[in-house]
């Protein structure tokens, strides 16, 4: 499209003048790849010291790169979908013991990964509000990336729900909705640039300014997928306009039943947005897998992880803020887990506060298929001792999906 390169756009012009394609709309994406699975798969990576775990049960489990490396590349081998990991920014010690907020920045380390891989997607996590980020810089690192994977490289937009996480930044946390519409714009930018054949300038209501700014080249497939994370009414608009994928949580809890229970109404709403919208979009789902090849081994072992907990140290992981010496700054304003009535139980804090399922390969699979039923698009996994329950996963699991009719 043609245009002044002087004029100032608004956001809505900016999506409304040039609209952007999904990756998805082109057969040959890598995107559209994932898409024609039955269910997608991806896996969390551990980038943080302890994963989602506060349990002092020993495992293999490291933030380390070399180790992540090897996660990824046996889940390329596997062929699962996607991988990326959580972006974290807390106070010396974290949250203390196991989680201690040693973590690598997730950006850079898919960078890395993207010649040590062959299929699988790799998906960026970025706090956009605040540190280094303008549309602008994140566009061309973006371009470049997805140059790089041949498509294969993704960003997952989230916004900090943390006060301390602004703070850091010489800043004052910004109001919970008013981070969607901040991000609205930010995305909207980021794909007029991917988009534009002319330079593009910009002016809106966020901090982000841009005069006359262009990148070449261009993504592969109009522009990277999207991603982001959200519970809420204001981040469910934002995925329904923005994202090709959105992770939720379940809003009923983190067992199988209450997750089955609740999902359905769920992932429906969020789905209900995107078609207003005029889009699709897929939800995907972060269960934790403990399996074993008997659900008498795995109820076992899921006994000794639990067991394993300090709950002393864990008051940030969710929202238990009642000692004395918990840094006030670490809590969560995130929506996700609102109407949960387990986040803070036990077995939450000891395997994370997502869905837990715990079982035989069989008894996994039987699940899986029951949340997909409920209008989850994909899993993404997360384990207790990830390399070898990946493995384990790979071997077991797998392939009862495919008999399943989960995976091709």
């Not at 999902?263 to 209900?272: D, E, I, P, Q």
């Not at 269960?287 to 067991?307: F, L």
Request: hydrophobic share 40%; charged share 20%.
């Amino acid at each position: 499209m043609t245009r002044d390169p002087h004029h100032t756009l608004t956001s809505t012009e900016l999506t409304q003048n040039d609209p952007v394609p999904s990756p998805a709309d082109f057969d040959e994406s890598p995107v559209a790849r994932i898409f024609r699975q039955p269910t997608m798969l991806g896996l969390f990576l551990p980038l943080n010291a302890g994963g989602w775990s506060a349990s002092h049960l020993p495992r293999t489990t490291s933030w380390d790169f070399g180790y992540n490396r090897n996660l990824v590349r046996i889940a390329d081998e596997l062929g699962f979908d996607i991988v990326f990991g959580l972006s974290q920014w807390l106070p010396k010690g974290g949250f203390g013991e196991v989680l201690n907020g040693t973590s690598l920045d997730p950006f850079v380390t898919m960078a890395a990964l993207a010649t040590e891989t062959k299929n699988i997607l790799l998906a960026s996590t970025v706090h956009i509000l605040y540190g280094p980020w303008h549309p602008l810089h994140l566009a061309r690192a973006g371009a470049t990336l997805d140059h790089i994977t041949n498509g294969r490289w993704g960003l997952n937009v989230v916004t900090g729900h943390r006060r301390i996480e602004h703070e850091m930044f010489g800043g004052s946390q910004i109001e919970h909705d008013q981070r969607y519409r901040f991000a609205d714009e930010f995305v909207d930018a980021l794909k007029a640039l991917w988009r534009s054949d002319e330079p593009v300038t910009f002016s809106g209501k966020s901090p982000w300014r841009i005069k006359e700014g262009f990148i070449t080249p261009k993504p592969h497939f109009g522009r990277p997928l999207l991603i982001s994370a959200t519970g809420s009414p204001a981040g469910i608009d934002f995925a329904a306009r923005q994202s090709d994928i959105v992770f939720v949580t379940s809003p009923g809890g983190g067992s199988f039943e209450a997750a089955r229970a609740s999902l359905g109404a769920h992932t429906a709403t969020v789905k209900a947005a995107a078609a207003r919208n005029g889009r699709t979009i897929r939800v995907i789902l972060n269960p934790i897998i403990v399996c074993r090849d008997t659900d008498q081994e795995a109820q076992e072992y899921y006994g000794a992880i639990v067991a394993a907990v300090e709950q002393r140290n864990v008051g940030g992981l969710h929202n238990i803020a009642d000692t004395k010496d918990f840094d006030k700054r670490l809590v969560s304003d995130a929506q996700a887990w609102a109407k949960s009535n387990d986040v803070n139980s036990v077995d939450a804090i000891a395997v994370g506060g997502n869905v837990r399922l715990v079982g035989s390969p069989q008894r996994i699979v039987n699940q899986l298929a029951a949340l997909h039923a409920e209008g989850v698009d994909g899993f993404h996994i997360s384990f207790f001792d990830y390399l070898p329950d990946l493995t384990h996963f790979g071997r077991a699991v797998l392939p009862l999906m495919r008999a399943a009719g989960l995976r091709l």
